[in-house]
T-cell receptor, first 114, second 109 residues
């Protein structure tokens, strides 16, 4: 069974530029999560989808971050414009459903904003 | 006070030692997760448990629901076990994961 796929694995941009990350969850997983993990800290949930609907985006900085999962399968997270403090690893995870299921994580995208 | 507390924050041990990492939580949960993160690597789920004990190879996870406490044990530790071990709980209200700060484990040969 293929795992959660993410791309790119690494991205370096200058502040005020835009960037987009892509995630393809495990086939059949209805729930998809985007996390931000700053170096030395635990992951912070940015947004959670159930199929193509948003379940929780309370910690997503909506002035610069956006995410979509239009067909309920793969998802894109965008930052526009990026700030220095956005430097982090962006992790995508998926689970079979909302109900406390085990989450499977992708390898992450390491973003450096200069 | 954090809803999920892990101890110790850092742990260095010699190869072969028995390792224990503790996790306490203060909220109602539907499940507790132990995850592993290697430097520069993604996160791997080790265990998801809501009661009792689970074992996988040299790893053992236990949970005491009444005391709101869980432990992760590693028997016969090996340098490849060096990683950050994270405890996270699924809230019983909305299943959102609340993460501990992680325990950085270093096993010296």
């Amino acid at each position: 069974e293929a795992g959660v796929a993410q791309s790119p694995r690494y991205k370096i941009i200058e502040k005020r530029q835009s960037v987009a990350f892509w995630c393809n969850p495990i086939s059949g997983h209805a729930t998809l999560y985007w996390y931000q993990q700053i170096l030395g800290q635990g992951p912070k949930l940015l947004i959670q989808f159930q199929n193509n609907g948003v379940v929780d985006d309370s910690q997503l900085p909506k002035d610069r971050f956006s995410a979509e999962r239009l067909k309920g399968v793969d998802s894109t997270l965008k930052i526009q414009p990026a700030k220095l403090e956005d430097s982090a690893v962006y992790l995508c995870a998926s689970s079979f459903s909302l109900a406390g299921n085990e989450q499977f994580f992708g390898p992450g995208t390491r973003l450096t904003v200069l | 006070k954090n809803e999920v507390e892990q101890s110790p924050q850092n742990l260095t041990a010699q190869e072969g030692e028995f390792i224990t990492i503790n996790c306490s939580y203060s909220v109602g949960i539907s499940a507790l997760h132990w995850l592993q993160q290697h430097p520069g690597g993604g996160i791997v789920s080790l265990f998801m448990l809501s009661s009792g004990k689970k074992k996988h190879g040299r790893l053992i996870a236990t949970i005491n629901i009444q005391e709101k406490h869980s432990s992760l044990h590693i028997t016969a530790s090996h340098p490849r076990d060096s990683a950050v071990y994270i405890c996270a709980v699924s809230l019983d209200s909305n299943y959102q994961l609340i993460w501990g700060a992680g325990t950085k484990l270093i096993i010296k040969p």
